[in-house]
């Protein structure tokens, strides 16, 4: 468990409430209404490792991350995601330096992830970095043949 501030504390979990990630991943932009949320469970069951952080007085869940990876050579963070009113509040940064710190204690050292357009502040402030010369991708293909 980590604390960002003095009322949201950060917890690293095998199991969560899929209404509030659904929530999150709306909150996002994120969220294709045509997805079967029952998958959310065993998305976050899957995860190498997944984050949420918790509004102490309310309980309520307020932002979410998570590291994908076969936990010996890399991880890619994804999913990272805080509810609009509790931005600029420290917490999407407390959600991801502990990322960080998992993998790191797992011996990866090895970690990226692909920024939103906007956004490459907020992780260069955390320790990220640009790589030049290379390009995100994501398969956009039809059927295989």
């Known amino acids: 468990m980590g604390t960002s501030g003095d009322d949201i504390d950060i917890f690293a979990v095998s199991e969560w409430d899929a209404r509030a990630l659904l929530e999150l991943y709306r909150a996002g932009g994120w969220w294709k209404e045509e997805w079967d949320p029952s998958h959310i469970p065993v998305l976050v069951k899957s995860t190498f490792s997944f984050v949420v952080a918790v509004h102490r007085q309310s309980g309520r869940t307020v932002g979410m991350g998570r590291a994908i990876s076969d936990g010996v050579s890399d991880a890619y963070i994804q999913d990272l995601v805080v509810l609009p009113e509790f931005r600029n509040r420290g917490v999407g940064k407390a959600l991801l ?17 692909v920024a939103e357009p906007g956004t490459s502040d907020f992780y260069q402030e955390s320790g990220f970095v640009v790589m030049e010369g290379h390009v995100p991708m994501r398969y956009q293909g039809g059927e295989s043949r």
């Open 97 to 113: 330096l502990r990322l960080v710190e998992i993998c790191r204690a797992r011996g990866l050292s090895w970690i990226a992830l």
